[in-house]
C-alpha cells in the first residue's frame, strides 16, 4: 500500500466520519425545531395502525434513522406507553421513513447545482453563523440543520474523492461480481456492514457514494440493499435484550418485517436478473439505489400491513410467557416505565417522564385520601395501605429523579430545560405529599392504640379542612397532566381554603379545650393533622406554580 492508498483511505474514514457527524446534527437540529409537534405525536399513537405507520415514517424522517425509532419503540413498550398491536405500525413507518437519507445523499446526482461542493460550504457558513451569533433558538435550530445538512454532503463529496481513483481497480469488480452472482453473500454483506456501522442511512450512503462512482451494478445493490434492512434490526435486537418480554417481541417484530421481506423481495429480483442478465450487470446510480429502496420498503408495509396481526402471534411463540419470579420487586417494575432507550428523543423522554410524574401525584392523592379513610373510620387497613404507598412513592420518587436528571443532560431547548427542572420540583412535592400522608397515617395509627374519639363538631371541621387538601392535590395533578389554566385557579382557591379554615379550626379547637368538650391528647393528634392538611396544599400550590411558569 503506497502512501497515496493511505491517504486515500483516511479520507474515506474522515469523510464518513463527516457524513455520520452531520446526520446526526441535522437530526437534533430537526428534532428541536419539531419540538412540541413530537410530543402530540406520542398522543396520536391509538390503535390505527395506519396512523402508526405515518407516524413512524415522519419520526423517522425528522431523527434520520430507523434504528433509533426501533429503539425508541422497544423503550415505548417496555414502558407500557405502546401496545405490540401498535408498535407494528410504527415499526412499519420506521423502514419507509428511512429512505429519506437516500434521497438526500441522491441529490449529487441531479445536477450541477445539486453537488455537495457547489451548495454545501455555503450551507455551513450560513448555519456557523446562525449558531454564533443568532439570539432566538428557532435560528439557531436552523443553524444546526444548514450544518448537518452541509457537513452530510462534505462527507460524502470527500468519501466519493477517495473512490474515484479505483473504480476501475479490478478489485472492486470482481467483489461487486461475487457479491452480485450470489444473493446469500450479498445480504449478508449488507447486514454486516449495517450491523458494524448501527445505521441503515449510512451504510446505504456508502453503498450510494460507491454507485455516484459507477463501481456497483444493479443486482449487487439490490441483495446488499436488502440486507442493509435485516442489519438495521440488530441495534433494536440489542436493545431489547434487557427488556420484558413484550419490548423483545416488538424487536423480534422488526426483524420478521424486514426479512420476511428481504426474502420475498430477494426471490423476485432473483427471477427478474435471471431473465434480463443485461440489466443485473449493468452499473447502478446513487437514484437508482434510492428508487429501489423506497420501492421496496413501501411494496414491504403494504404486502405485510393485512398480517400484522400474524407478525405478533408470531413474535409471541418465538418470545413465550414466563412465569413471573416471585423476586421481582416494586422498584423493577417502577423502572421499566422510565426507559432509558426513551432518551433517543427528548421531546418523548420528557412526555414519558410528565406521564410518570402523573401518575405518581395520582398515587400521593389516593394516599393522601386514605388518610381521612384512617382517621375517621380507625381503619387499621387503611393506615398499612399508606405506609406501602408512600414507600412507592419514594421509590417512584429516586427513579423519576434519575431519569430527570439523565433527561437534563440531553440537547434540550431552553423552554425544554426549564420542562425538566419543573418536573424534578414536582417530584419533590409529591414526595414531600407522601410524607405527610404517612405523618397523618401514624396519628390515626396513635389515635386507633389509645382509643381516642374527636367530638361530632371536630369530625365535621376536619371532614371540611380535608376536603379542601383533597381538592388542592386533585387539581394540581390534573394541573399537571392538562397543563391548563382552570385547574391551576381551582388549586389557588383550595390552597387559601385551607389557610384560612386551618386558621380558624384551630381558633375553634382550642376553645373546646378551654369548654372541656375535647380531651387534650385529642387536641394535640386534631391539630397536628390539620397543620400537616395545611402543608400538603402548599406543596400542591407549588406543583401549579411550576405548571403556570410553563403556560
Not at 440537547?411 to 430545560?417: I, V
Amino acid at each position: 500500500m503506497t502512501l497515496n492508498d493511505v491517504k486515500l483511505l483516511f479520507e474515506f474514514i474522515g469523510g464518513l466520519g463527516m457524513f455520520l457527524y452531520g446526520m446526526n446534527i441535522m437530526a437534533d437540529g430537526l428534532q428541536k425545531a419539531a419540538g412540541g409537534r413530537m410530543k402530540r405525536m406520542l398522543g396520536y399513537m391509538t390503535d390505527s395502525r395506519i396512523l402508526g405507520i405515518l407516524l413512524g415514517a415522519v419520526i423517522t424522517a425528522i431523527i434520520q434513522s430507523s434504528s433509533a425509532t426501533t429503539v425508541m419503540v422497544v423503550g415505548f413498550v417496555n414502558a407500557g406507553i405502546l401496545s405490540l398491536s401498535q408498535a407494528v405500525g410504527v415499526i412499519m413507518g420506521a423502514n419507509i421513513g428511512t429512505t429519506v437519507t437516500a434521497w438526500i445523499v441522491s441529490m449529487s446526482e441531479w445536477g450541477e447545482a445539486m453537488k455537495p461542493e457547489f451548495f454545501a460550504p455555503v450551507l455551513i457558513g450560513v448555519g456557523a453563523f446562525f449558531l454564533l451569533f443568532a439570539k432566538k433558538e428557532k435560528k439557531q435550530e436552523a443553524g444546526s440543520i444548514l450544518v448537518g445538512f452541509g457537513l452530510l454532503f462534505v462527507g460524502l463529496s470527500f468519501m466519493s474523492g477517495a473512490v474515484k481513483p479505483y473504480r476501475d481497480a479490478p478489485v472492486f469488480a470482481e467483489a461487486f461480481s461475487v457479491l452480485g452472482r450470489n444473493p446469500i453473500f450479498g445480504i449478508l454483506a449488507g447486514i454486516v456492514v449495517t450491523a458494524v456501522i448501527q445505521s441503515s442511512s449510512a451504510s446505504v450512503g456508502i453503498l450510494q457514494t460507491l454507485a455516484m462512482n459507477g463501481v456497483v451494478n444493479w443486482n449487487c445493490a439490490v441483495y446488499i440493499t436488502l440486507g442493509q434492512n435485516i442489519g438495521t434490526c440488530v441495534t433494536a435486537l440489542l436493545a431489547g435484550a434487557g427488556a420484558h418480554r413484550t419490548a423483545r417481541r416488538a424487536a423480534v417484530i422488526h426483524l420478521l418485517f424486514n426479512v420476511i421481506g428481504a426474502a420475498f423481495a430477494g426471490t423476485v429480483m432473483f427471477f427478474l436478473f435471471q431473465v434480463n442478465r443485461g440489466w443485473a450487470a449493468a452499473p447502478v446510480t446513487s437514484t437508482q439505489i434510492s428508487v429501489f429502496h423506497t420501492v421496496f420498503n413501501v411494496s414491504n408495509t403494504i404486502l405485510l400491513f393485512p398480517f400484522a396481526g400474524k407478525l405478533v402471534s408470531l413474535s409471541e411463540k418465538i418470545v413465550r410467557e414466563k412465569k413471573v419470579k416471585a423476586e421481582e420487586t416494586k422498584e423493577q417494575e417502577i423502572l421499566s416505565h422510565l426507559d432509558d432507550r426513551i432518551l433517543e428523543n427528548p421531546s418523548f423522554a420528557i412526555e414519558t417522564a410528565k406521564r410518570e410524574v402523573v401518575r405518581m401525584g395520582m398515587l400521593a392523592l389516593d394516599t393522601v385520601k386514605l388518610g381521612l379513610q384512617a382517621v375517621m373510620d380507625g381503619s387499621r387497613e387503611a393506615v398499612e395501605k399508606i405506609f406501602a404507598q408512600e414507600k412507592t412513592i419514594n421509590l417512584m420518587e429516586n427513579s423519576l429523579t434519575g431519569y430527570l436528571v439523565k433527561v437534563s443532560n440531553l440537547s434540550l431547548m431552553e423552554r425544554q430545560s426549564e420542562q425538566v427542572k419543573n418536573l424534578l420540583y414536582t417530584v419533590s412535592d409529591l414526595e414531600r405529599i407522601g410524607d405527610h400522608a404517612e405523618n397523618i397515617a401514624e396519628l390515626a395509627e396513635s389515635k386507633i392504640q389509645r382509643e381516642i374519639r374527636f367530638s361530632p363538631m371536630g369530625q365535621e371541621d376536619l371532614k371540611l379542612i380535608y376536603s379542601y387538601a383533597v381538592g388542592a392535590v386533585e387539581h394540581a395533578v390534573l394541573a399537571r397532566k392538562q397543563e391548563d389554566v382552570e385547574n391551576i385557579r381551582e388549586v389557588i382557591r383550595f390552597e387559601d381554603l385551607v389557610d384560612s379554615t386551618e386558621e380558624e379550626l384551630r381558633d375553634k379547637h382550642v376553645a373546646r379545650l378551654a369548654r372541656y368538650e375535647c380531651l387534650p391528647e385529642s387536641g394535640v393528634i386534631f391539630l397536628d393533622i390539620i397543620g400537616n392538611l395545611e402543608r400538603i396544599s402548599d406543596h400542591a400550590y407549588n406543583i401549579a406554580g411550576y405548571v403556570k411558569d410553563e403556560l
